[in-house]
C-alpha cells in the first residue's frame, strides 16, 4: 500500500537516488538536508519509490521538483503526489522542461496551463522551462 509523508533524515538517500535517475541536472544531497520539511515521500513496501517537494513562494505554491522511482513509473504514483500537495485555495506553480511532455501532461490534467517560457533555465544546457500555473477552482 502507498504512504505519503513528511521526509526523514533516513529517507534522503534513497530520495538522491531517484534524483539521479530522473534528472539530467539532479541535485545535491545537501539541497535535500537543507530543504527537508519542503519535501515529502512516496513508500511502498518501505521502500522509497518517490518523492514531491513544494514551497510558498509571495503567497503561491511553487512545486519544486517530483520524481518517481523509473521501475514505478507509469503506475499512478505521480498523480497520488500530486493529489497529496494540490488544493482549490492555493495558485500553484511549476517549471518544467519543455522536452519533458510526460510531466506536462500530468500537470495539465491537474489543471495547470503553460502561462509562459523562460529561456535557457537549465543551466547544463540551457534548455527553456514551461512556465505553468493551477488557479484554485
Known sequence: MLNIAPLKEEDIAAVVAIESLSFSAPKEEAIF??????Y????????IIGYIGVEKISGEIHVINMAVAPEHRNQGIGNKLMEKILNNIDVFFLEVRASNLAAQG???????????????????????????RREPK
Do not use: P, T
Not at 515529502?40 to 521502500?47: K, P, S
Not at 495547470?112 to 533555465?121: A, C, E, I, L, S
Open 33 to 38: 538536508k537543507s530543504d527537508q520539511n519542503k
Open 40 to 47: 515529502l515521500v512516496a513508500r511502498e513496501d518501505g521502500e
Open 106 to 132: 500530468l500537470y495539465e490534467k491537474f489543471g495547470f496551463k503553460k502561462v509562459g517560457v523562460r529561456r535557457r533555465y537549465y543551466s547544463n544546457n540551457g534548455e527553456d522551462a514551461c512556465l505553468m
